[in-house]
């Protein structure tokens, strides 16, 4: 089984997040990079299918050389080999396109994507992908089995789960369940070695033209103090819940 | 002077107090490759998931965690960076060596110890000595955590003066073995260790022997343990008495040669004292980390205490300390790395190299076991006054970080031993001709009677008045150890107390140096804009530095100079630390703290 994981290069969850160019653009000054959480158990899974049923694991990014460090940890943590598609992602539909491009030349059976980035949190690539691909999609998966051709996994729903079977080629939209907070692999010494030796292939974008623009970003506005009325006062506390709050 | 491959000056150990370095030449924690960085991450990683969660656990002498947490750091290949490749390890150079202790060393000492004794004293003595049957025999298990190795040197009655042990090793009839007896004290591992160093005399030899013991719980071969020691700090580290009694071992488990012990025993603890250094870093980063946080949180008086002078003191002393060591021990550790690679180069073994450069820089060793053991005292200090009442409680990480420091200032040679040695042996160098400091001693002694010279540098450029300060600091050393060996010769040994005064001067030259040429090769590659804070620490170490390099070197003339003889000295003293244009301390350690308290963690 060929496997192609999908790997977004996020800001660590702890960067604090602000914005340039008029509002238009993130800054990346000063902040540390990951493997985008939802890909890092998509790729954890990818591993145990290597481990167990002796799967080829290959990862891309879309990015600029910037994002090469994440891929290498990929790398360290097992993969065969890393696919960076040299461009800037625009948008979704733009980074779908190219990651549809590298699935379909690689043949591969199986893609795993993360459910959504947690940078810009658009949650539309895997479904783009797999319509691009025509293959078939499993989103907010948290379970995923594959025997011979068919795929068995189970997908978080509102308020529960489903249970459901589809062929390869399959498009997964992962997150955690697929595997564990505990399970996510540390690269090893040996492992970071070898990633230098591993190849790391730099392809050319497909042409391609990004179908939405990011106009401006807003931070959440700041909390305001806490106002404590004393519990005999509850006319105060209805005023303001009806008059500040418009809660009620 | 060698230059190695990239034509960058390597210097001899010791040099650096005659030889100036430039900055391009140092290596710095910027310079770290991809990989190293890589390797950092993980071992990070692996710190935050699995010791940093449970530091209170560690707290409770759990023994059996640190033997866990030790296989898992084997299982990710932590324990065999430094082993070559031929022995399962891999076969990496001296700085990915000290980063990946400088990084597992972080979150508790207990981990920290049980790191140390295992990959430096507990294995390298079989790597660095061993024949190549012993080193197939032991370090591939070593290397990768299947078993674990202690050091027994120490005894109830040999501390410090380590040659004096009373443990005996007796050739049996048949000449195929030695039989141990003896007591063994303070020895770190022995709780889950399969292989210890075990030092002993043969009959009346002058110097002692070591052995490679191996221990089989199923068969202990005479080999006891006492109860886990009540210590003040590194509660999980398994530190035990081992007894030997009648312990058989076989004669071709010999270290090195018959009287060769005391020998091995000093140059494993070089690496040990070194490593120890890089092991206090990490500790120093996450003790700053945790008091910038609650600093920021705790508020007093209606404002964040973060934003009170006496707190942005501290934190900024403590960031500079972290800094400065983390400056020094990678520059050392590069020197190392570049020597060990020329060595081998020209046909040396690994082991060989290794050796010999590890005694080639013996002085940095001590200078840097020293130093960075007292900053990580100081840190944790100044951490817990941070948090208050609240540092003093068992729930917060400053009481234990403040406890697992103070052993660092005992193991792997006191600071008072370190500090002696460190001086001895840049004497004994320049007796021997290895580093020239009497030419460099004459030209101070000259300059003492002759017209003071007027030049000055141009200050308008980055670190000139600094860089102009060391150099003046390092003649403060010559002055004042060359004066000293005129006048005792060989006795100057028993004269403890200027040694330590003149150690104490060498160390803050070095750390302060260190600093800046880190502080300057930035500035040049990434702005000095960018590197603001970071040349603020090298100016404000180095103030420190000259206040105790003048009340250090003050005591030590004081103790052997009289009359014009001392006036003389004093004088220069003054013009050796006079500052041409005082820095505003105050506004360093201001801005220093702003930037971390900004960004709510250590971020140097």
């Known amino acids: 089984m060929k496997i192609l994981v999908c790997i977004s290069h996020v800001p660590d969850t702890t960067s604090k997040i602000n914005f340039t160019d008029g509002d238009s653009k993130f800054d990346t000054a000063g902040v540390q990079f990951v493997i985008n959480p939802n890909d890092e158990f998509g790729l954890t899974r990818a591993m145990w299918f290597k481990e167990k049923q002796g799967a080829t694991v290959d990862v891309v990014n879309v990015g600029g050389t910037e994002t090469e460090p994440t891929l290498r940890k990929a790398l ?95 498009v997964i939209g992962g997150q955690k369940g697929l595997v564990e907070e505990k399970d996510l692999k540390i690269p090893n010494m040996r492992g970071i ?54 809660a009620i | ?71 898992k750091a084997g299982e990710l290949g932590f324990l ?57 025999k032991y370090v591939p298990k070593l290397s990768t955590g299947e078993w674990f190795g202690a050091y027994c040197l120490t005894e109830p009655g040999a501390g410090s003066d380590a040659n004096s042990g009373k443990t005996k090793a007796e050739l049996t009839e048949d000449g195929k073995h030695y039989k141990i007896n003896g007591q063994k004290m303070w020895i770190s591992n022995a709780g889950f260790a399969d292989i210890f160093i075990v030092f002993a005399r043969i009959e009346d030899d002058k110097y002692i022997t070591g052995f490679i013991v191996e221990y089989d719980k199923e068969n202990p071969n005479g080999i006891t343990f006492g109860e886990e020691e009540k210590k003040l700090g590194i509660h999980s580290s398994s530190t035990r008495q081992v007894f030997f009694n009648d312990t058989k071992v076989p004669v071709e488990n010999m270290l090195s040669e018959r009287g060769n012990g005391f020998k091995i025993a000093m140059n494993a ?45 501290k934190l ?19 020197m190392i790395e570049d020597r060990i690679n020329l060595r081998m180069e020209n046909g040396e073994s690994h082991a060989d190299a290794e050796l010999k450069t590890f005694e080639e820089y013996a002085i940095e060793c001590s200078i840097l076991k020293v130093a960075c053991s007292e900053d990580i005292q100081n840190c944790s200090d100044e951490g817990i006054q941070i948090f208050g009442g609240m540092g003093f409680s068992a729930d917060t990480p400053m009481e234990s970080a403040w406890r697992d420091a103070r052993i660092a200032r005992i193991y792997e040679g006191t600071n008072e031993i370190n500090r002696m040695l460190a001086v001895g042996m840049l004497i004994k160098k320049a007796m021997k001709g290895h580093v020239d400091l009497l030419g460099p001693a004459q030209a101070v002694a000259d300059e003492l009677t002759g017209i003071p010279s007027m030049d000055k540098p141009d200050y308008s450029e980055l670190f000139a008045e600094e860089k102009e300060m060391i150099k003046k600091l390092k003649k403060v050393f010559l002055m004042v150890a060359g004066s000293a060996v005129q006048k005792f010769g060989q006795d ?107 960004e709510n963690k250590y971020v140097f």
């Open chain 1, 76 to 170: 360290a943590i097992g993969a065969d080999s890393a696919i960076r598609v040299d461009a800037t992602p625009t948008d979704g539909f733009f980074v779908a396109k190219q990651l549809a491009k590298v699935a379909k030349e690689g043949n591969y059976d199986l893609i795993i994507a993360g459910r959504e980035s947690i940078d810009y949190n658009g949650g539309m690539v895997p479904g783009m992908l797999a319509a691009l691909m025509d293959a078939n999609f499993i989103n907010t998966c948290i379970s995923l089995e594959v025997e011979g051709d068919t795929a068995k996994a189970i997908r978080e729903i509102d308020g529960g789960k489903e249970t459901l079977t589809a062929k390869l080629p399959l």
């Open chain 1, 193 to 246: 070695m070898q990633a230098r030796k591993k190849p790391l292939n730099v392809v050319a974008a497909e042409d391609a033209s990004a179908q939405t623009e990011a106009k401006k970003f807003e931070k959440p506005a700041p909390k305001g103090e806490v106002k404590l009325v004393d519990p005999d006062n509850l006319d105060e506390l209805i005023d303001l819940l009806h008059n500040e709050a418009k």
């Open chain 2, 1 to 71: 002077m060698e230059t190695t491959e990239n034509k960058k000056e390597l210097l001899r150990g010791g040099q650096f107090l005659v030889k100036e370095t430039k900055a391009e030449d140092v290596f710095t924690p910027e310079d770290f490759t991809e990989e190293q960085q890589m390797m950092r991450d993980s071992v990070k990683e692996f710190i935050d998931r699995e010791v940093w969660p449970k530091k209170e656990e560690f707290e409770k002498k759990n023994y059996a965690l640190t033997e866990e947490v030790m296989q």
């Open chain 2, 80 to 136: 065999g960076v430094a082993v070559p490749e031929e022995y399962d390890g891999l076969g990496m150079g001296f700085v990915s060596t000290m980063l990946v202790c400088d990084y597992i060393s972080g979150a508790t000492g207990s981990i920290a110890t049980a790191f140390g004794a295992h990959t430096g004293i507990g294995t390298l003595p079989i790597l660095l000595y061993g024949t190549e049957e012993q080193r197939k």
């Open chain 2, 269 to 313: 603890l070089n690496v040990g004292r070194i490593k120890l250094a890089s092991a206090t870093i990490d500790a120093q980063r996450r003790v700053t980390d945790v008091a910038v946080k609650y600093a920021n949180d705790r508020v007093q008086f209606k404002t964040p205490i973060a934003k009170f002078g006496a707190i942005k003191s």
């Open chain 2, 316 to 334: 900024a002393e403590m960031a500079t300390s972290a800094w400065v060591g983390e400056a020094a021990n990678y520059r050392a550790a590069k």
């Open chain 2, 492 to 598: 100057l040994e028993e004269h403890q107390q200027l040694l330590l005064a003149a150690s104490d001067i060498l160390i803050e030259t070095y750390m302060a140096e260190s600093g800046i040429l880190r502080a300057e090769k930035n500035a040049k590659r990434f702005g000095e804009d960018q590197q603001k804070e970071q040349i603020q620490m090298a100016k404000l170490y180095l103030y420190h530095a000259v206040d105790t390099v003048n009340q250090k070197a003050k005591e030590g003339i004081a103790s052997f100079a009289e009359g014009d003889e001392q006036r003389m000295m004093l004088m220069g003293l003054k013009r050796f630390t006079k500052y041409e244009n005082m820095p505003n301390v105050v506004a360093l350690r201001n801005s220093i703290a702003e930037k971390l308290t900004s």
